[in-house]
């Protein structure tokens, strides 16, 4: 059984939905998975899991969240080398240059991306909230 731990930061609530979806869709594929925000989780912890998903929203100029969510990010970027993981997040405004720079950082770690991150434009509707329970699963794998 594989464990996975869903690790996010929201503001609105939007990138919290996500992370809802994301935790079921581990469980519905036999995960022994639980979420945790940046102040229930640390890079100490990234050892204990077989998979992390991370999400977070757009900020600012396309930017992760930076008071809370960037730098615990930055703290596990040195144990992402091989570990599997998958993005998440969401946006207000933008084309999603945010994502594509987070996708890239992790490949700069080394870090293995199991499927295609999810991004939402606000509110995730039916469709994203399915893709993210497929991430969910496709981490479980």
Not at 20 to 31: R, T, Y
Not at 89 to 116: F, I, N, Q
Request: net charge negative; aromatic share 10%.
């Amino acid at each position: 059984m594989s464990k996975i731990a869903v690790v996010y930061w929201s503001g609105t609530g939007n990138t919290e939905m996500m992370a809802e979806a994301v935790l079921e869709g581990a469980k519905e594929a036999g995960a022994e998975a639980a979420s945790f925000t940046p102040d229930t989780f640390s890079a100490d912890k990234i050892d204990e899991f077989d998979a992390v998903a991370f999400g977070c929203p757009s900020m600012g100029d396309e930017e992760l969240e930076e008071t809370e969510f960037e730098p615990l990010f930055s703290d596990c970027e040195p144990k992402l080398n091989g570990k599997k993981i998958a993005l998440f997040g969401s946006y207000g405004w933008g084309d999603g240059e945010w994502m594509r720079s987070w996708e890239e950082t992790c490949r700069k770690d080394k870090a293995v991306l199991v499927c295609d991150s999810v991004i939402c434009n606000e509110e995730p509707k039916d469709e994203e909230k399915e893709a993210c329970r497929k991430l969910g699963k496709a981490l479980a794998q």
